[in-house]
Structure formats: C-alpha cells, structure tokens
C-alpha cells in the first residue's frame, strides 16, 4: 500500500537521514538490497513505534515500498550530497 510522500516530507527526510548520519547507509541499502526494499519497507513499519514513533521512520518506509519510491529516494540522496 503505497502512500504518496509529499515534497515537504521529502526535505525533513533528507535532514533527518542527513543529521542521524544515515544518508550513505541508506544509498548503500538501496544499491545491495532494492529488490527487497518492500520487505524492508515492512520492517520499518514494524520499527518506526520501537524508534519512538519517529515520522522520518515512516517517510523512509513509504519510499521503499515501490520502484517509483525507491528511485525517488535515490533522487534525494543525490540531492543532498550533489552526486550526478
């Protein structure tokens, strides 16, 4: 079930992932593990009250759970760090 993310939620994603130091992490998971990224969309969905309800927890998930997603949130990785 996807849900759509809006643009906003894009930015305070990036600055999330960014200030938690996960931004290379993240862009590492995509390129070994994008096959899975439903599954992992799952796990997170399942994480995001252990991690105290954190929203950003939820947009990472909602971005994994399809290819459009997942190349949207390649996007944003490339944003922040300026990559082509």
Known sequence: M???TPPDDDAA????????GLTEAVRLA???LA???PLAAGL???VQP?????AWVGHLA???EDAAGVA???QLLDEDTGAP
């Open 35 to 37: 096959p899975a990224a």
């Open 2 to 4: 996807k849900t759509d």
């Open 62 to 64: 909602a971005h994994l």
């Open 13 to 20: 994603l990036r600055s999330a992932l960014a200030a938690h």
């Open 30 to 32: 995509l390129e070994v």
């Open 44 to 46: 997170l969905r399942v």
């Open 72 to 74: 949207r949130l390649r």
């Open 50 to 54: 252990l991690a105290g309800g954190r």
